[in-house]
Nanobody, 126 residues
Framework: QVHLVESGGGLVQAGGSLRLSCAASGRTFSRYVTGWFRQAPGKEREFVAA????????FYADSVKGRFSISRDNAKNTVYLQMNSLKPEDTAVYYC???????????????????WGQGTQVTVSS
């Protein structure tokens, strides 16, 4: 079993930066692909970024490529999402998720992820 807790959300002006953290409990967390998803009001939850267990491979949605960066520290059981050049359209609740069936292959469909955090709100003002 893996328990995920996100933190680091908040209110920021357009062009600003935030760093989200996803702290995990469970010894097997470091073996899983871990991703970030987001959900804006009235919209479906969408894939943002993911990282393999070793951190050697990452994948990003086109909408955040070049602005967001995902990383992990397995010694701390933590995954990070550095968000730069934020835009109002980045406003959403951001969720961390772990895919227990994959360690080396990144998947982008939310139903393929087994463990989810409670989410952290990110609001970008114009």
């Amino acid at each position: 079993q893996v328990h995920l807790v996100e933190s680091g959300g908040g209110l920021v002006q357009a062009g600003g930066s935030l760093r989200l953290s996803c702290a995990a409990s469970g010894r097997t967390f470091s073996r899983y692909v871990t991703g970030w998803f987001r959900q804006a009001p009235g919209k479906e939850r969408e894939f943002v970024a993911a990282i393999t267990w070793s951190g050697g491979n990452t994948f990003y949605a086109d909408s955040v490529k070049g602005r967001f960066s995902i990383s992990r520290d397995n010694a701390k059981n933590t995954v990070y999402l550095q968000m730069n050049s934020l835009k109002p359209e980045d406003t959403a609740v951001y969720y961390c998720a772990a895919d227990q069936d994959r360690s080396m292959v990144i998947r982008t469909i939310k139903s393929q992820y087994d463990y989810w955090g409670q989410g952290t709100q990110v609001t970008v003002s114009s």
